[in-house]
């Protein structure tokens, strides 16, 4: 077979997005046989199969090629593609330095080209990568402008991203939401390179997920996976995608599942160079393995993460709090909610905040971070934030002993999570409403929900929310042959109330809390409440 046979079978494959056959044929000729466009589609096929450093060395030939043809603005896009990529790849002085010569090369042409839009995209993403997002948000509707004017729907899709997420961070969720969708309708449409569409896809789910907007994540990680699966071979955005619908699969529940879609993303993105993403995709697995009471795992997960650069908070915070540690959690979680000011940030860390913070008896430090979570879900309109949100005001209301503020809270968060389909989080949200109905004197009704609550956890493996709730029930046996109500003081105790809170808290008199005390250390043989929370957190009562 002549050579231009063969390089005529590789432009169909790469035409019919089959990247193997694409790559491979490509790779197989020589250069001087290659057009400047042959060696863009060999530098796409490569990054679509995850090969990052062949695709940087196609588009260094694909540059030069162009500049050999005296084509200017095609010079100009393989340099934006190679900018792009080496910002992805940590390598941002190398990139730094192909942005320059692409401005040099575009500072030469008099008229008015959508390059020039390109360009001002880098430019705008370089103000977000340093940390400036005002000034990036100045230049994005200029981007999206390029892209309109000369109907180029690559960068009018980014421009859009850039715009809406933007939006998203500045406080503007709404309008950030709306832009998103459109850049979703663009690529929908089709028209763009594969490389656009997969960065696009993936920057809508991950904008979805960092606002608790899980419906609208789950549409758009469909749509992402069943375009993943209609390219054969493809390996980039492959990772994100499994991280995506592990994240989904954790919130339905399916936590087998979810487990294994994170191992292969974690598989994924290493195939591509691993670094942050890894991270991610650890502590979205630390997280579930925690819910499941397999906290070793977790611990090591969360370890993994942070080794690739997550911080892996606040699951590594909420593990500490199970394993007994309320100080150390508490710390952690101050030390974050003093370093992270961005709402969405901040959305993702109040509903641990009271949870630790609860159970470290800052109840009024609770309620001030309940209260701005409120404030976050209704600025976002996200079902899951107006979830979180009341569960953490019925979580405080139940601590100072307000039933019926409990319930009105509780209920309408069960109602959103529902909603969402995300039984633990319905589970969750019953028992509230059933401390708050056994606080209100219906016992018959607390223990409906709290039975409910048990069979959910146990069906979903979440064993220390079953156990939990189990003892609410008075289902388990205390140890120490303690009482079902000793145990409850001592939880108390354990997590460091007085004996004044510990009376608010179960409504009990402070002299019946002292008796309850007394007996604590007599069955425990133990001489101090110090001594009373060891044996607390070595039997899991806490």
């Known amino acids: 077979m002549g050579v231009l046979e063969d390089l005529v079978r590789a432009r169909e494959a790469y035409e019919r997005r089959e990247w193997v056959s694409a790559y491979r044929a490509l790779s197989d000729l020589d250069d001087e046989a290659l057009s400047p466009d042959d060696f863009v589609a060999l530098a796409s096929s490569a990054y679509l199969l995850g090969r990052r450093n062949d695709s940087v060395q196609a588009l260094q030939r694909a540059f030069q090629a162009y500049l050999d043809r005296e084509d200017v603005l095609g010079a100009v896009r393989a340099a934006y593609w190679l900018t792009t990529a080496l910002w992805s790849g940590g390598e941002t002085a190398i990139g730094n330095g192909w942005l320059a010569r692409a401005t040099r090369l575009l500072d030469g042409v008099e008229k008015d080209v959508v390059e020039r839009g390109y360009l001002l995209e880098l430019e705008a993403f370089g103000h977000v990568l340093r940390g400036e997002p005002g000034a990036a948000l100045e230049l994005a509707p200029g981007v999206t402008e390029y892209g309109r004017r000369f109907d180029d729907r690559d960068i009018l899709s980014l421009g859009l991203i850039l715009e809406g997420r933007l939006a998203i961070y500045s406080g503007r969720v709404p309008e950030g939401v709306r832009i998103l969708d459109e850049a979703m309708a663009v690529v929908m449409a089709g028209s763009l390179s594969e490389v656009t569409a997969g960065q696009v896809y993936c920057a809508v789910v991950e904008a979805c997920q960092e606002i608790s907007d899980f419906g609208r994540a789950g549409q758009w990680t469909h749509a992402l996976t069943t375009w993943c699966d209609d390219q054969p071979g493809l390996v980039a955005y492959t990772g994100q995608c499994a991280v995506h619908r592990g994240q989904l699969m954790r919130l339905q529940g399916a936590y087998a599942e979810a487990l294994e879609e994170l191992r292969r ?278």
Not at 442 to 453: C, H, K, N, R, V
Not at 508 to 533: M, P, Q, Y
């Open 265 to 542: 993303a974690v598989e994924r993105y290493a195939a591509t160079g691993g670094g942050p993403a890894v991270g991610l995709a650890q502590r979205e697995r630390g997280d579930v393995l925690r819910l499941m009471g397999r906290y070793d795992d977790a611990a090591h997960a969360y370890a993994e993460a942070a080794a690739a650069g997550d911080e892996a908070q606040p699951g590594r915070a909420l593990l500490r709090l199970a394993r007994g540690g309320t100080e150390p959690a508490a710390a952690s979680v101050r030390r974050l909610l003093d370093e992270v000011r961005d709402p969405i940030g901040r959305s993702r860390l109040l509903p641990a905040a009271v949870e630790i913070l609860l159970a470290d008896a800052a109840v009024d430090e609770a309620d001030a971070a309940a209260t701005e979570l409120c404030g976050i879900a209704e600025a976002f309109g996200s079902p899951a934030l107006h979830g979180a949100a009341g569960y953490a005001s019925a979580a405080v209301a139940l601590e100072r002993g307000d039933g019926g503020g409990a319930l009105a809270a509780g209920r309408p968060a069960l109602t959103a999570w529902q909603g969402l389909t995300a039984p633990y989080e319905v589970a969750r949200s019953r028992v509230l409403i059933g401390r708050a109905l056994r606080l209100l004197g219906d016992e018959e009704s607390a223990t409906a929900e709290l039975t409910q609550a048990r069979e959910a956890f146990t069906a979903l493996g979440a064993r220390p929310a079953e156990r939990a709730v189990a003892g609410l029930l008075g289902e388990l046996r205390p140890p120490g042959g303690l009482s079902p109500r000793e145990a409850e003081v001592l939880r108390l105790v354990a997590a460091g109330r007085t004996n004044p809170e510990i009376a608010a808290a179960l409504v009990l008199s402070e002299k019946t809390v002292a008796r309850h005390l007394s007996n604590i250390f007599t069955k425990l043989d133990v001489g101090s409440r110090t001594a009373a929370a060891a044996f607390a957190y070595e039997h899991r009562l806490v």
